[in-house]
Nanobody, 129 residues
Framework: QVQLVESGGGSVQAEGSLNLSCSAYGPFGSDLSMGWFRQIPEKGREGVATRSNDGSINYADSVKGRFTISKDIAKNTLYLQMNSLKPEDTAMYYC???????????????????????WGQGTQVTVSS
């Protein structure tokens, strides 16, 4: 079993930055692949960035060049550094995990959520113009 706890959300103005953290708890060693997702009311949960347990990384087109996903393996903590934030980045952000490697190349970020089976409770990010 894996427990995920997100932190770091908040309210910022456009062009500002936030750094989200996701701490993972459980007996999983280095087997976890993890990712960040976001959701706004009445819309599906879309992938933002993922990191496979083999180190490969994928970003949604909408955040490339602005967001950076990273992981501190020793601390079992996943990060999402978000720069140049836009009002359209406003959403609830979720951390997700799954055992084993991710194979999501050539898959829409709207489908990434189906590759994960552990989810955190979410942290709100609000960007004002």
């Amino acid at each position: 079993q894996v427990q995920l706890v997100e932190s770091g959300g908040g309210s910022v103005q456009a062009e500002g930055s936030l750094n989200l953290s996701c701490s993972a708890y459980g007996p999983f060693g280095s087997d976890l692949s993890m990712g960040w997702f976001r959701q706004i009311p009445e819309k599906g949960r879309e992938g933002v960035a993922t990191r496979s347990n083999d180190g490969s990384i994928n970003y949604a087109d909408s955040v490339k060049g602005r967001f950076t996903i990273s992981k501190d393996i020793a601390k079992n903590t996943l990060y999402l550094q978000m720069n140049s934030l836009k009002p359209e980045d406003t959403a609830m952000y979720y951390c997700a995990a799954v055992f084993g490697p991710l194979k999501i190349e050539k898959t829409s970020e709207l489908a990434w959520r189906w590759f994960f089976n552990y989810w955190g409770q979410g942290t709100q990010v609000t960007v004002s113009s």
